[in-house]
């Protein structure tokens, strides 16, 4: 009876700070919600307890139907700690060694006896980070291609991030199993963890939980995120899950259900570099070690770690690109260790007044570029990706407490300048040269070239979101529309064969000749292109 009692004031005790945590991170999540900075669903954990677990945003746009904790969300390269997984397993079941060469699996793969799956899961074998998905169709057409490339450096010397090592990670378990990739997946980790609503082939997914990816999810109108025709990229970001199966696949490695506890520590351990192991990122943070892997692709985030001393599991899955999940898990964590955070208010602001800090603004060799829509003020510099800001008044934004950005009038009360404070102190400034975007288009069907300039296109001058070429001569290849010469926001076909969309596939010019050219940026959320012969 006396056992009994002190388990029950331990629990009594412990509910209040678990519910005050959990309020906590609730209105945090709803402040970013309200603002309309989050789409998707967050799960902590302590010492294997669900402590918070709720869901944000929608799972369909033009629906408007909401995300549930059942929603189903593409992980992309938190994929890899599966891929990972199932090669340590076969190592254990005597199958393979990650010290096997490269050369076992593809005898004629140039330096293939010196590179080894070791250095494919810690991305130490120094070959190049090119899975384009032209090149990704089979598994002959890959290994032709990238066997190909020179390596970025001798193995086993240096970290770089590769996804074409995994590439070949996922083809060695179907040689080494006699089953596919994700049917190895399935039988070693799915099907054992009961991870029901975890798996490939998201395109084909008829769940009513399934949530789409979007560039622009916002109040009133939304555009879906670029779709791949295949399963790409693969072994390094098939997948989708929920956060549930996740934390399934979290407490495996804690109760030894799929690998042993001396190779979990093995996969938890630093190989070359201090902040990845086999699989897994690893990071020392005051002492204590955090593991587990991140996710990103068209429209999609995925963030899963563990503190492992302390038994905590943050996951965090997104289905908006202009999700803040980057600057919201730190502040859960936080919550989690009694650390300051800050709650951050979003100010309304007049969309007048917000379409005057539109534009480009030159800064040295870069420039940002500066778009409002639907009441979000949307930041991009040179090879970045886009970002939403958070208003803080008609001047003044920030990305989070230490990234800020001030907008500054000149004496006619016309925005002029932007200063943008960076996390390290650093500080640009640029100055506005133009409120028109200049676009043009790239490629192979273009005289440039895919490593030259753009052609640019012409704007109308009554209707300046319009941009255009007439009877413009185009070879037979491929192309794209690219903003302003940068890769960072270019524009393509989506795998409907209509649509356009950021980063998608390129135009294809069947034959040489004379063509029309339209990029209709009137509705920036929805663009709409034309690409015909011309009439002679």
Known sequence: MKVILTCLLLLLAANPIFSQKTKQIEQLLEAYDKA?????????????????????????????EKNTNNSLYRI?????????????KLEEEGKLSINDKLSKYYPDFPK??????????????????????????????????????????????????SNSGYYILG??????????????????????????????????????????????????????????????????????????????????????????????????TPYLND??????????NNGKKSVGHGGGGPGYRSIYYKILEDDICFIALSNSTLSHTDMIVPKIENIIYHKPYKIPIAVKINQQELKKLEGIYSAGNT??????????????????????????????????????????????????????KLRDGTVKTGTKTTDNYLWGIIGDATPGGWDGKDT????????????????YHLKKGKLKFRLDNDWGYNLGLNNDGKT??????????????????????????????????SVQ
């Open 275 to 284: 902040h990845y192991g086999l699989g897994s990122d690893v990071i020392i």
């Open 500 to 533: 356009i969309a950021l980063n998608a596939y390129d135009f294809l010019i069947g034959e040489e000749g004379q063509y029309d050219i339209l990029l209709d940026m009137s509705d920036p959320i929805k663009p709409q292109y034309n690409i015909k012969k």
């Open 36 to 64: 309309g900075k989050f789409s998707g669903t967050v799960l902590v954990a302590e010492k294997g307890k669900i402590i918070f677990e709720k869901s944000y945003g929608y799972r369909n746009g033009p629906k408007k």
């Open 76 to 88: 992309f390269s938190t994929t890899k700690m599966f891929t990972s997984t199932v090669i340590l």
């Open 112 to 161: 293939g006896d010196s590179i080894t799956i070791a250095n494919l899961l810690s991305h130490t074998s120094g070959i190049p980070n090119e899975t384009g998905s032209e090149n990704t169709v089979d598994e002959e057409t890959f290994i032709k291609y990238i066997s190909a490339k020179p390596l970025n450096f001798p193995s086993n010397t240096k970290w770089d991030y």
């Open 456 to 471: 640019p296109l012409q704007a109308d001058i009554q209707k300046p979101n319009l941009y255009f070429l007439k009877n």
């Open 367 to 420: 420039k940002f570029y500066v778009t409002v829509l639907d009441g979000q003020v949307l930041f991009r510099e040179n090879g970045y990706p886009i970002c939403s800001l958070f208003p803080v008044s008609n001047t003044s934004f920030q990305l989070d407490d230490n990234v800020t950005f001030t907008f500054k009038p000149d004496e006619t009360g016309k925005i002029n300048s932007v200063m943008v």
């Open 171 to 268: 083809y060695i378990i179907k040689k080494v199993t006699g089953m596919d990739y994700d049917k190895a997946i399935e039988s070693y980790i799915l099907k054992p963890l009961q991870m029901n609503h975890t798996g490939f082939h998201f395109n084909t997914v008829t769940d009513e939980n399934k949530a789409f990816g979007y560039d622009f999810l916002l109040d009133h109108a939304s555009t879906e995120a670029f779709r791949f025709k295949t399963d790409h990229p693969f072994a390094a970001g098939a997948m989708y899950s929920t956060v549930g199966d996740l934390f399934k696949f979290n407490e495996s490695f804690k109760n030894n259900t799929i690998i042993k506890k001396e190779t979990t520590e093995k996969m938890f």
